[in-house]
């Protein structure tokens, strides 16, 4: 996989680097893949070739069920702490995105999601990053619920916080609720069995870098609140 750049700014990921790509800007031989750099397309258009980022790699990742959004995802990792000697149990995979990246970060992730179609899509997304360290399992977090071993941190994105088991989460483990309204986040907040530590939302505003430099008319609002809670 190769990310290819114009000079405007331009960009696109290419999954498939053994075959020529076509544009409207005009084509790109295979042979061009092999090596980084400027290059040309037939019409002479210039082009960077460059290894693409993570972020480029998982626009290229098989979509069903909303993701939790980039914006909201690094910041799940770092204030939840996630690191590599750390193991995460994950509730509600979705599209899997989380999954990948709780994978690529913790030393091993149990997710378990109960709609065989998102489960498909999951899957088919952990064989693309070759996660290894990743188990999924086709089982509702509610009623099928069943681990043996304790977790550090719990990553949970289901409609009910307060339904979510914490019998498997070690004392002072980190879980984040992944919620969309209010009466989830006071749902949550009637917990007996937890502290919240932080209730917050991020919020996404990119900036035009032109002729003119000011703020874009277009903000990334709220996508969900993230609830960070000890158990206690």
Known sequence: MKTIIFRNGEKKAIKDIAKDYSSHKGTIKKEQFKKNGWTKTNTGEEVMIADPTLQEIYTTLKRGPQIITFKDAGYILLRAGVTKDKKVLELGGGSGFMTCLLGMNAEKV????????????????LKKMELVNVELKLLDAYTEFNENEMYDIMIVDLPSPSKTELKNLKPGGMIMFYVLNIDQLLEARNRTDIIIEEVSEILKREWKFGQVVRPDNKLIGHTGFLIFARKI
């Not at 378990?112 to 088919?124: G, L, R, T, V």
């Open 110 to 125: 149990v997710t378990y999601e109960n709609k065989p179609s998102h489960y498909d899509i999951i899957n088919h997304n």
